[in-house]
Structure formats: structure tokens, C-alpha cells
């Protein structure tokens, strides 16, 4: 067998265990989903969740700090790595890209960078962040956004493509906690 056998053998391998990963991980009572996580590699924060139907792109290259939530219905390609901090909301129906492809090459490679969101931040539903894109401390995505630059902290940025709409007069929101039992 030669080593590019191999290599598809090996990519196979790993897509079947991230559909094993979204199909199974909607059957875990909510208490027991970030110990699931942690078994194919992810890190995931004390008092945090990750809600029903969300979907995964790749196992591990996935760390959320303390008290933050990801809603139902994500789309979390972590396929270059996202790392979320503590005390984060993202609503329903986000999602967040690592992986594109590059428009201007005739077999359109892959091209991505991972994506940082920052302690504080809340991320509205229906919007899409970006690969490479850093959401610094408390800063607000509005709903629908389309997110493809970094933002600057305590900004709200909303449309497409997300732009500064103004500064948040919170400078350190309270710590949440989202670790409802049986949410969805």
C-alpha cells in the first residue's frame, strides 16, 4: 500500500469519528455533554455548555474557558481552531468558519486561520464569523452580521460586512452562568 492510500484511509477515518461526533452528541444529557467533548479532544470550561444540534467540524482544535454558552444550531468549524473565553454567549444559529477556500486559484485550495473570541463577548443570532477573525473583550455581534475583521473591544459592530455602530458603556459585564440541565 503506498502512503497516499494510506493518507485517504486516515481522512476517512477521521470523517467517520466527526459524524460519529455529531450524530451521538445529541443524546447526552446536557450534564455529561462537556465530558463527552473532552474525550475527543476539545477543552471545554467550568459551568460552560454547548447546546443540542450544534455541529462540529473536525475533533479536538476546540477550548472554551469558564461560564459560556454556544445555543442550538451552531456551526462550529474548528478545523483550524477556535478558542472561546470565558463568560461568551453565542446565540442560535451562529456560525463560526476556520476553513474557506482561496477564490483567486484556479483549483481553489483550502485557506483558513483559526478564530478567538475574547472573555465577554456576545455573539447575536444568525451571525458569521469569519476565519481569522479576533472578537476582542466584550465587544457585541448584532444579529445577521457577517463578522470578517477583527473587533476592537467593547465595540458593537452589526451588518454585512460588520461594521462599528458604537462603543458599549459596560466595561466589565458580570459573570453568567448558562448550565441549564435540560436546555437543548
Given at each position: 500500500m503506498d502512503?497516499?492510500?494510506i493518507?485517504?484511509?486516515f481522512?476517512q477515518c477521521?470523517?467517520?469519528?466527526?459524524?460519529?461526533?455529531?450524530v451521538?452528541?445529541h443524546f447526552?444529557?446536557?450534564?455529561?455533554?462537556s465530558?463527552y467533548?473532552r474525550?475527543?479532544g476539545?477543552?471545554?470550561?467550568k459551568?460552560?455548555c454547548?447546546?443540542?444540534?450544534?455541529?462540529?467540524?473536525h475533533?479536538?482544535k476546540f477550548?472554551?474557558?469558564k461560564?459560556?454558552?454556544?445555543?442550538?444550531g451552531?456551526?462550529?468549524?474548528?478545523?483550524?481552531?477556535?478558542t472561546?473565553?470565558?463568560?461568551?454567549g453565542?446565540a442560535?444559529n451562529?456560525?463560526?468558519y476556520?476553513l474557506?477556500?482561496?477564490i483567486?486559484?484556479?483549483?481553489?485550495e483550502t485557506?483558513?486561520?483559526?478564530?478567538v473570541?475574547?472573555?465577554?463577548?456576545?455573539?447575536?443570532?444568525?451571525?458569521?464569523?469569519?476565519p481569522?477573525?479576533?472578537?476582542?473583550?466584550?465587544?457585541?455581534v448584532?444579529p445577521?452580521s457577517?463578522?470578517?475583521?477583527?473587533?476592537?473591544?467593547?465595540?458593537?459592530?452589526?451588518?454585512?460586512?460588520?461594521?462599528?455602530?458604537?462603543?458599549r458603556?459596560v466595561?466589565?459585564?458580570?459573570?453568567?452562568?448558562?448550565?441549564?440541565?435540560?436546555?437543548?
Amino acid at each position: 500500500m503506498d502512503i497516499l492510500r494510506i493518507k485517504l484511509i486516515f481522512l476517512q477515518c477521521k470523517f467517520i469519528l466527526v459524524a460519529f461526533l455529531n450524530v451521538s452528541y445529541h443524546f447526552i444529557p446536557n450534564p455529561l455533554r462537556s465530558s463527552y467533548l473532552r474525550l475527543f479532544g476539545m477543552r471545554i470550561g467550568k459551568r460552560s455548555c454547548i447546546h443540542r444540534y450544534c455541529k462540529f467540524f473536525h475533533v479536538g482544535k476546540f477550548v472554551m474557558g469558564k461560564n459560556s454558552v454556544v445555543n442550538f444550531g451552531c456551526y462550529l468549524d474548528n478545523r483550524r481552531g477556535i478558542t472561546i473565553g470565558n463568560n461568551v454567549g453565542i446565540a442560535h444559529n451562529v456560525k463560526i468558519y476556520t476553513l474557506g477556500h482561496n477564490i483567486d486559484s484556479p483549483q481553489f485550495e483550502t485557506k483558513g486561520s483559526p478564530v478567538v473570541i475574547e472573555d465577554g463577548v456576545f455573539i447575536f443570532s444568525n451571525a458569521m464569523i469569519m476565519p481569522g477573525v479576533t472578537l476582542h473583550h466584550n465587544c457585541v455581534v448584532l444579529p445577521g452580521s457577517i463578522v470578517t475583521k477583527d473587533v476592537e473591544e467593547n465595540a458593537i459592530v452589526g451588518g454585512n460586512p460588520a461594521k462599528i455602530l458604537r462603543k458599549r458603556n459596560v466595561i466589565n459585564p458580570p459573570s453568567q452562568s448558562y448550565n441549564y440541565w435540560f436546555a437543548l
